[in-house]
């Protein structure tokens, strides 16, 4: 079973004086006891049901421009006009805000530029609202026969950490936006459950229910999938609200019986992903038909019936391998085009075996793809081209970091990736991984652990076309003391290009345990987060970390297990 349990501790995230706000040592066990349930039975609009709630809002129409004529006289000119006019109020129904989501900081400014689908028939003026306290808007307007214009906006020193969503009005045409107003870099995002933590036991899942993958929705609400704590473990799926608040119904309809097929009742959840239409896919390993699993749900949490059977896809080994067992699922992607593509793991005569399963198209059509060879596969993206990647690693040569690409029909592309270590072709080190993330940029990061002497972690960064960007295909970012099974156990990238961030498992020099490292593509550590390029914590929390991901405003979500379920907290980048 593929579980990569970092046996980190944190009561404590540690940061700079300057980041002081974070909760002292006494203080975050009883702000996570206090908080952590609160609201659970509340839940409140997240951000993009915020949205909605403005975009549906009824554009003003406009009184009607044509003349009462005669029918002899004009009629066919008012025809004309008020076509023309309801042709133009509907062009100007709809505006874009950029960027979105805008950031500001306290005492700050940032311009956003409004663009309208046609040109403004005469000088409108930008109306922004819903701005949160502190931010003010400065006088803007759209001049006649122009489709774009300015708006600042202000903070001054009291803008407290939020996310906001706002709205921007140009005569009778309507647009939304998004606007961070960051909080120390490091800190526990306090807008979360209102202590920056949930903890949330999974129905039926246990205490020792344990996460194993995370996804983020466009609108910031967090999918947690993983494993219960019953026998051989079976399927967790769990949605928690932007703001920190479960989402009692989607949970419901998740475990409900009458929804579909169940989830398997053994196994675990390795991936989750999310479709450009709102529906959630879930792969994962069934324990119990030694199988790969493949869920599709509707975005309430429904099973999509029309999906594999009544929602749910399995598959065991090809044919040609069918005396050999499937041993882990390794990931799920998802591309623009609603495709979706899993990696899992095969056994056979001692030699692991990748299979690929791909579904294609509005009725999801299955295509898959395997190769004999000896990787074990813990990553897998859609690069923009519709190309597929896989990461892991090889046990040749001891083992080394592994990278392929496949095209969209799950042809192999020669030339791409291949073998990475310090020493191609040598049996002195032992390189594994944990995952594959993909940036903004294309840019892939594979990450793990180099057992080759003192366990050290190690970072594998390529550009889209494949070229590793270090001499020797990897680097050991520090500082860490090579001790304690020193690496990395999950990575996972943002908005923000060029880099990565990675759960760790190791120690500063300092003897801290590291918790968090932000990791540049260049290699080495972003020392902009949080001075150090990593989080620190104490040892009065024993918490197993499995997952990390990055919301589409920037902010760190990771998720373990302390003994009492999913446990999941946000921070500020």
């Known amino acids: ?77 008012a025809g004309h006009d008020a076509g023309h006019d309801a042709a133009h109020d509907a062009a100007l129904a709809a505006l874009a805000v950029s960027p ?27 109306v922004v609202t819903g701005l949160p306290s502190g931010v003010t808007a400065g006088a803007a307007a759209i001049p006649s026969g122009s489709t774009t214009g300015t708006v600042t906006l202000s903070g001054n020193g009291s803008v407290t950490a939020s996310v906001t969503a706002f709205q921007v009005t140009v005569g009778a045409a309507v647009g939304t936006g998004s606007l961070i107003t960051p909080g120390a870099t490091a800190a526990l995002d306090t807008t979360f459950n209102q202590s920056g933590v949930r903890n949330t036991i999974p129905a039926g899942g246990g205490s020792g229910s344990t996460p194993e993958a995370l996804a983020v929705q466009p609108n910031g609400a967090i999918l947690v999938g993983g494993a219960s704590a019953s026998g051989n473990g079976a399927w967790e799926l769990v949605r928690i609200n ?25 196994g675990y959840v390795a991936g989750v992903g999310v479709l450009p239409s709102g529906q959630i896919v879930v792969e994962g390993f ?33 044919q040609s391998l069918i005396q050999n067992q499937m041993t882990a699922a390794g990931g799920i992607a998802v591309n623009a085009s609603g495709d979706f593509a899993a990696v899992s793991n095969l ?8 299979l ?79 995952g594959l993330a993909e940036d903004t940029a294309g840019n892939l990061y594979v990450a793990g652990t180099d057992n080759s002497a003192d366990p050290a972690p190690a970072l594998l960064t390529m550009t889209s076309a494949g070229v590793a960007q270090q001499a020797k295909g990897y680097v050991i970012p520090g500082p860490f003391s090579p001790m304690n099974g020193s690496g990395y156990v999950g990575i996972a990238c943002g908005p923000t290009p060029g880099v990565a961030m990675a759960i760790a498992n190791g120690y500063d020099m300092a ?5 968090l490292a932000r990791l540049k593509f260049a290699g080495g550590l972003d020392t902009s987060f949080n001075g150090t390029g990593y989080v620190t914590s104490n040892t009065s929390m024993t918490i197993t970390y499995n997952a990390v991901a990055v919301d589409p405003f920037g902010r760190i979500i990771v998720a373990g297990n302390e003994g009492s379920g999913f446990y999941t907290f946000r921070m500020w980048p």
């Open 356 to 434: 690929i399963t791909q579904f294609t198209g509005a009725s999801h059509t299955a295509q898959k793809t395997h190769f004999a060879s000896p990787v074990y596969a813990e990553g897998i993206v859609y690069q923009s081209s519709g190309d597929i990647v896989i990461g892991g690693y090889t046990s040749q040569y001891g083992a080394q970091f592994y990278v392929k690409e496949f095209t969209p029909s799950l042809s192999a592309v020669s030339g791409f990736g291949g073998d990475f270590g310090p020493d191609a072709g040598s049996t002195n080190q032992y390189l594994t991984s944990v």
């Open 242 to 266: 932007e703001d920190g608040t479960l989402d009692t119904a989607f949970n419901a309809n998740v475990v409900d019986v009458n929804q579909g097929a169940l989830m398997p009742s053994t």
């Open 286 to 318: 069934d324990n119990g038909n030694a199988s790969l699993g493949v869920m599709l749900f509707n975005a309430d949490g429904t099973r999509y019936a029309a999906f594999g059977t009544n929602g749910l896809y399995e598959d065991g080994p090809p």
């Open 100 to 126: 979105n989501p805008a950031e500001i900081a306290p005492g700050g400014m940032v311009t956003l530029t409004i663009t309208l689908a046609a040109p403004a028939a005469a000088p409108e003026n930008i």
């Open 347 to 354: 056994m056979t005569s001692g030699t692991s075996n990748v």
């Open 511 to 515: 003897g801290n345990i590291v918790l």
């Open 1 to 77: 079973m593929r579980r990569h349990r970092l046996a980190a501790v944190l009561a404590l995230l540690t940061v700079p004086v300057a980041c002081a706000s974070l909760y002292g040592v006494s203080d975050l066990p009883s702000a996570v006891d206090a908080g952590a349930d609160a609201g659970a039975h509340d839940a409140k609009p997240d951000v993009v049901a915020r949205h909605d709630a403005h975009t549906g809002l009824d554009a003003p129409s406009r009184d009607s421009r044509v003349d009462a004529r005669s029918s002899d006289a004009g009629s066919d000119d």
